[in-house]
């Protein structure tokens, strides 16, 4: 709409197209092969535009011309150097929350800790029981298991039936087979198998992981995703959940979003919450600590497994809110006295270790309700 709006108006229309011919000369080496004059008018063409409406704008995962919105807003952004871990998410805000799942969401058991079950099997009978789950899933499945005769799958059409799967299927559904709680291997490695990594992540060798972000960053959709799951799954070691933003389903739903794009992530093996996409950082030369940096923003991810481990134990981030310190002779009550530490869990969203230190702590919080749990997941898994 935004773009429609621009082109209407002359000005905006003529300074759009100038900066679109700067962005598609930057990508040809636009920097080497023209003079200051062209870059001041690429400059002057970009802070024109940051008075208009386009310069705002963002875009609605799954919709109808996502590909057409995404390509507009990154010519607008493309000339924004800078570290791509730091890059703007171009969608929308949605600011759901777990709770919000939950309440639609009867197969996940408020009290995973009475399940003994397998959940994610149970997520998946749950699954071919809702006829917009069944019939999305059922269209993933086929291409992603269907060899070819050249190939094991078709990827391509494999990676696109799976983008449709969590862009339109309920996360209710489509997270209560991605992010089941488990208790023992055969759950964990049915949750590894939910998006048939033979098909849609495994590949016959693992490029570099800084090849495989600039591969990324040549779709739009795949930039996209990848901005929006640096933007909300930013950890903060400070923050009571480990987010910077605070929020487990906006990360949840990024993550999500990634499946389907040539950095499809998955969980590395059977024993764990760690994730990665396919891509290792051998042969980085100078480039190592750059790639390890990348590549553990995924693997050693606190606020994303905090997020994962909360979806399955039928918490959220914003059950708790602060209490006024309490008056006292000798000192104030801090936010860190405030959480009380009840022992070891019995079950949480990981394989339990056998450390002296509980994989996942059960954290109460006072309410004006009462005492709510709350597991968050803060150790380091060691490789």
Not at 23 to 37: D, H, P, Y
Not at 192 to 197: E, F, G, H
Request: net charge positive.
């Amino acid at each position: 709409k935004a773009s429609d709006q621009c082109l209407k108006e002359q000005s905006c229309s003529t300074k759009y197209r100038t900066l679109r011919q700067c962005v598609a000369g930057k990508e040809s080496n636009f920097s080497r092969a023209t003079g200051l004059e062209a870059k001041d008018e690429c400059k002057s063409a970009m802070e024109a535009l940051k008075q208009k409406s386009l310069y705002n704008c963002r875009c609605k995962r799954g919709m109808k011309k996502e590909k057409n919105c995404l390509r507009i807003y990154w010519s607008m952004y493309q000339s924004l150097q800078g570290n791509d871990l730091l890059e703007d998410s171009p969608y929308e805000p949605v600011n759901s929350r777990l709770s919000d799942i939950f309440r639609l969401a009867p197969i996940v058991s408020v009290e995973p800790v009475l399940s003994k079950g397998n959940n994610c099997l149970d997520a998946a009978k749950a699954c071919n029981l809702n006829d917009t789950c069944k019939r999305f899933r059922s269209a993933y499945i086929t291409p992603c298991t269907s060899s070819t005769s050249n190939e094991i799958c078709n990827k391509r059409k494999c990676h696109k039936a799976l983008r449709l799967f969590f862009d339109k299927v309920p996360p209710k559904h489509s997270y209560g087979m991605l992010f089941c709680s488990c208790r023992d291997v055969a759950c964990t490695e049915r949750r590894r198998q939910t998006i048939v990594p033979v098909c849609s992540y495994e590949d016959r060798e693992k490029p570099n992981c800084l090849n495989l972000q600039e591969s990324c960053k040549k779709n739009y959709i795949c930039r996209s995703r990848l901005a929006d799951f640096f933007t909300n799954c930013q950890p903060e070691s400070r923050s009571v959940s480990s987010c910077l933003k605070e929020n487990y389903a906006d990360c949840l739903l990024a993550y999500s979003g990634l499946i389907g794009t040539v950095m499809t992530p998955n969980y590395i093996d059977s024993n764990s919450l760690s994730v990665a996409p396919w891509c290792d950082c051998n042969n980085s030369g100078n480039d190592r600590d750059e790639c390890m940096k990348f590549l553990n923003f995924f693997q050693d991810n606190t606020c994303l497994k905090n997020a994962i481990q909360a979806f399955g134990n039928g918490t959220d981030v914003n059950v708790w809110q602060p209490i006024l310190p309490v008056q006292t002779t000798t000192a104030t009550t801090t936010t860190a006295s405030r959480f009380k530490n009840t022992g070891s869990e019995t079950t949480n969203n990981e394989i339990p270790t056998h450390n002296d230190s509980p994989a996942c702590a059960n954290l109460q919080v006072r309410e004006s309700s009462g005492p709510v749990n709350i597991c968050l997941y803060r150790r380091k898994i060691v490789m």
